[in-house]
């Protein structure tokens, strides 16, 4: 079997990486004031979906970096 081969990283822009960083970390932010405002079982599922998204959004997001930017 041949070896696995590496992505070509020649082509790699990471400057919209500081945009999406910023975007993440804003929403980190908001989530303690997101959960104390959900005073219902709706809004508290709404918050939790939400921050479900954004962990497992990080998640991947650090998966593709590890990946394909950090090797570089």
């Known amino acids: 079997m041949?070896?696995?081969r590496?992505?070509?990283h020649s082509?790699?822009?990471?400057?919209?990486?500081?945009l999406l960083h910023?975007?993440?970390?804003?929403e980190l932010r908001r989530a303690p004031g997101a959960v104390r405002r959900a005073t219902n079982d709706d809004?508290?599922?709404?918050v939790a979906d939400h921050l479900?998204?954004?962990v497992t959004f990080i998640e991947h997001?650090?998966?593709?970096?590890?990946?394909?930017?950090?090797?570089v």
């Open 2 to 4: 041949a070896p696995a």
């Open 22 to 26: 910023r975007c993440m970390r804003q």
């Open 43 to 46: 809004a508290r599922a709404d």
């Open 6 to 8: 590496r992505p070509d």
């Open 61 to 71: 997001h650090h998966e593709i970096e590890d990946e394909f930017l950090w090797p």
């Open 11 to 18: 082509h790699i822009d990471a400057r919209a990486m500081v």
């Open 52 to 54: 479900d998204f954004l």
